[in-house]
């Protein structure tokens, strides 16, 4: 299947060309390979991509000591060992040797163990399964694919056209979660996962934090989520207000305004911070030369992108637009590796119109109706599957199902005055959960449970047997149960 | 189906009467009394049981407060903020918050409101559907059942033989997790759950603690738990030593010394606390004027005990010996309770050979390889299902699969230098798990995601779609896929 000289970064031919080599460029090139494939990835910024260094990573490490400190003040007779703060450049050392310190030195050392290779430079397909690369010295250099072209170049954050916004360099989550110093207050302009993230984050690290957002916080997750989060935001001295920018100046002294129309006074800030959503990275990739829109790149669901011609082309991640989650990015990086292995190897169809089989090794049937995602705020969001507004719309026999997971023994021993909510959407027809939603604090590790239940398709009957051991909080599950049966 | 006088505690005659007013019990008569029956509950200690006042509530409240500050100690950037000590009143005050200060009203209160009558006393089987029930005033009551009688009467520990050991008034469980000041020294006789436990609970509190465990601590969980249990056991400063009491002897002085043989030296500590298991809680009940062995009382799934002339009588929970664990009585409670009331009602056949269907409402078939227990130690031990040992020797075609739970990002994030171990047992050819174990901190929320996958018995293959949210511990499930695709 190679030649003499493929397999080596010198060579000019591989079996898969894969462009960006953040966490799903890198889980395509390792499932390919395991499966065979000579592979090479191109890589234009730091290999390990944007959730090592500027996103999951780093945010996650910058929350833990707050709420680590915050749950034990949540408890009597650990509260009291408490005196003093949060140690904010502590806290800052230890998210930048999570990120170390940008340096993806130990990324490349592990694609070199999975026996991959590594292109350093921007990536542009100029013709059927070939990328020239522009590397760091200039010089263009041409790869050439036996096989397939996989995009995993990710998304770059949404800059909204108001007045003066793009003048003002605002931060995106790129700078917030690399800081190196905390401002005294922070704008955030924004009402998704970023933004509130961010929000608990800076304002637990000491910032003023005003949130700007257009309609409702988390305004796609469950009622439960959102007003909890909301809620707990304002308690905790995060300022929300509910407009849209009319035009942003920074001032001679750095400070910026933000100006939201008549009615409301603006907002005042160090610093600000653009967290309005993200889009996928498929500008500049030479996708119009091969008949692709850039802005609407379809792809099946083994991430095979459609309307190439010869089939050869991937896209998996964030640039699909599908669900733009690490893990759900990974997730896709699997089935698309797997998928790309053995069309090469002639075990999978390749034809146009074949389609693989669902929740085959080679089709990422997750990605519809079974993503898991967290968010970690305080309190936490953990949600999987359709929320009770989306299977209403899509039509299933929904009933959906709530319990006060702060009346549950194991929440009550965990935190003094534990307040969190559970929702179960369930498919009365079929007997399973469709979706779950989880809030309150440390409930991210419970989400995996309801993956497994709504992923597995397991029957509210048979989940009847799954006994929640005591006393955990995941004896909501039973509580859950017994009010479908009983209320 | 009940008669004027029948629904009142005045009553002489309800459609079920059950003897013990623990969790277990309160959930027979739970369900029993939503499938419409009326019930009666006979106890002569706390409604409650042991579960509330003197096992898992009051043992998980005292270790709260320690895991908690320990969990904030190993994050930097918050451990500088503790500078203090627990607080060990507070700790104690806060245990028995949970306890009600040993007080059931809020229980009779519950049993009130679900419609359930209370009859204080200790009750004994006098005959078919009969009980009589000793009154604390001394006067005996005769009740009597037109359709069951059900026994959660729980269990009771097991001192063993050893010379002076009785006479010198050790702690059970009991004292232990009743406690009103911390002992400078405490002995533990036993290896189990509970002797791990509450030596983990008083190093935490201060006191001096050595374990005399006759080989190895936690010795029927898989080695990877006990392990590492004892290794930080022995960090921590508990003292594990290997051996048996050949006598025990408590002086004047109120301190006590455990001579261990003639190879090592006593053990001498200011209290000694058994912990060497507990047995069926079947004496005094009049099990053999109905021709019941009490130290052999079987019970189908449904709970039901084999060879009593009509097929009336019940035993649910650890009076049972099926699984010594609070859910799973509650559990075996929910399928008796639901039994009881459907053969009441002619639903189910009451025909002493009628089996249950497996996994049904009416049968407890979890109990048999799906048990699910969490060992609150630190590190914490979650585990369900069979471990390796247990299914090859049920032979099952087993193959084990090992991942390093400290490895995982989201661990790492949790907590500096994370340390902890999964296990997962597959059986090769239905492509199932069979039993899991996670070690480490805070692993007792994760346990539930592999209770769902074991009694669901979800494939690997659908499983392979159940993603693990990013960056969370529980992503070490990829990595055991991952690990018994291509290890």
Known sequence: MTDSTAGSPEA?????????????????????????????????ELVGGECSYWACMPSKALLRPASALLAAKRVAGASSAITGELDVAAVLERRSSFTSEWNDASQVEWLDGAGIDLVRGRGRIVGDRRVDVTQPDGTVRTLTARHAVALCTGSVPTIPPVEGLAEAKPWTSREATSATEIPSSLAIVGGGVVAAELATIYRALGAEVTVIVRSRLLGTLEDIASERVQKSLEDSGVRIVTGSPSSVHRGEDGRVTIALGEDEAPVEADEILVATG????????????????????????????AGVHGDWLYAAGDVNGRALLTHQGKYQARAAGLAIAARAAGTLSSAPSARPEPWSDYAATADHEHVPSVVFTEPEVATVGLTS?????????????????????????????????????????RRIILGMTFVGQDVSEMLHAATIAVVGEVTLERLWHAVPAYPTMNEVWLRILETERYA
């Open 12 to 44: 000019a031919e591989w079996d898969l060309i894969v462009i960006g080599a953040g966490a799903v460029g890198e889980n395509v090139a390792d499932y390919a390979t395991k499966g065979g494939l000579k592979v090479v990835v191109v890589e234009d």
């Open 278 to 305: 993200r889009h996928p990275a498929t500008e500049g990739l030479g996708l119009e030369d091969i008949g692709v829109n850039p802005k609407d790149l379809r792809v099946d669901d083994s991430l095979r992108v």
């Open 389 to 429: 507004v989306a299977a209403t719309e899509a039509g299933y026999p929904v009933r959906v199902v709530d319990y006060d997971l702060g009346s549950i023994a194991g929440a009550a021993v965990h935190a003094d005055g534990y307040s969190g909510a559970v929702r179960a959407v369930i498919d009365t027809e």
